[in-house]
């Protein structure tokens, strides 16, 4: 088993690292009902490969979710590519990257390494004539989370989240780096089994 773990530990450290890192920020808070729909939690996937502090302009990849517990209530695929993505409706409004504040620091502690947030600094949202958008914008290191509800392009409701609300940012492991582990624990066990036999 000591050389299972020997193998598994020398996989890892010489695997070839990635230069972009992705990050989830997931930030709870007391439910809210906005025009009827209620959400307790926000989670924010993004991806940079700046290490230390950055902004929008450092990131590759962002999306905002809304959830209620683990039920999905609307998703903004905000960047991909480094590029800022449509909002979403009718007709979808272009939205670039100085239209979405986001302000990092890798540096800083879990609960700390998202600064400041905003899909939609400019508010665009106003000028789409159908469908249902938010407004996400906040700062969890100040004390600020809050979402805007949005209905073809007029503002409906609002609120901010309890004070006592959670933030908390982990790196999401890459797919291939769980590939990997499971490929050389797949190979060790092959390994004992004939031995044993």
Request: aromatic content about 10%; glycine content about 8%.
């Amino acid at each position: 088993m000591k050389k299972i773990l020997s193998a598994v530990c020398l996989v890892l450290a010489t695997a070839p690292l990635s230069a972009t890192i992705a990050y989830l920020t997931t930030i709870t808070f007391e439910p809210m009902t906005l025009a009827g729909t209620t959400m307790d939690n926000l989670r924010i996937y993004w991806t940079t490969d700046v290490d230390g502090a950055g902004d929008s302009s450092d990131l590759l990849d962002l999306s905002f979710s809304i959830y209620n517990e683990d039920n999905l209530v609307y998703v903004d695929n905000a960047m991909s590519g480094g590029v800022g993505l449509p909002i979403q409706g009718t007709p979808q409004i272009n939205r670039g990257i100085s239209d979405i504040e986001f302000i990092f620091d890798t540096t800083s502690p879990s609960a700390t390494i998202l600064k400041s947030y905003d899909n939609d600094s400019n508010t665009l949202q106003q000028y789409i004539s159908f469908g249902l958008t938010y407004n996400l914008y906040g700062s969890p290191y100040n004390g600020v989370v809050a979402i805007h509800q949005f209905v073809d392009g007029e503002f409906t409701d609002g609120n901010n989240a309890d004070p006592s609300y959670e933030a908390n940012t982990v790196i999401v492991p890459e797919p291939s780096t769980y590939g990997l582990v499971a490929g050389v624990l797949a190979l060790g066990l092959l390994s004992l089994r004939r031995k044993r036999t």
